[in-house]
């Protein structure tokens, strides 16, 4: 059998995010809880960049445009926040964009605003 991409990583990840849950609710903008993670996952030691700047390029060549993801964590797992009660295709479609911006492969998009927990979403490209 084999291994899950970054499953260890994942599975801290998840806990940070069910941690926010149960102290925080369903009932807060998405700002609040991208703030409650930034403390959850430093307290938790997990490594993360907050809204970084992904360049994008076509054909080769640099672009203006940028996309700015809600988390980047171990250098390898996008995290993409929302505080609705479900996700749709276009959601997804976000997060496998910043995928693509930056060749990483495992992307989690979060749900805050599901009861009665928030709900995790991982995909592996």
């Known amino acids: 059998m084999s ?4 499953a260890d990583e994942t599975y801290e990840i998840r806990g940070a995010i069910y941690e926010v849950y149960r102290e925080m609710g369903c009932r807060f903008l998405e700002a609040v ?7 959850e996952f430093a ?3 997990i490594p ?3 809204q970084p700047e992904l360049k994008l390029q076509y054909k080769g060549q ?3 445009a940028r996309y700015r993801p809600d988390f980047v964590c171990y250098d390898s797992i996008v995290v993409e926040l929302k505080a609705l009660r479900e996700t749709g295709k276009e959601h ?9 911006a930056t060749g990483l492969r495992v992307r989690l998009l979060v749900s805050f605003g599901h009861h009665p927990k928030a709900t995790v ?3 592996v490209v």
């Open 3 to 6: 291994k899950l991409l970054l």
């Open 33 to 39: 809880y991208q703030e409650c993670l930034e403390k």
């Open 43 to 45: 307290h938790r030691e």
């Open 48 to 50: 993360f960049e907050s």
């Open 62 to 64: 640099a672009l203006n």
């Open 92 to 100: 997804e479609a976000q997060v496998h964009n910043y995928l693509r």
């Open 121 to 123: 979403d991982r995909i």
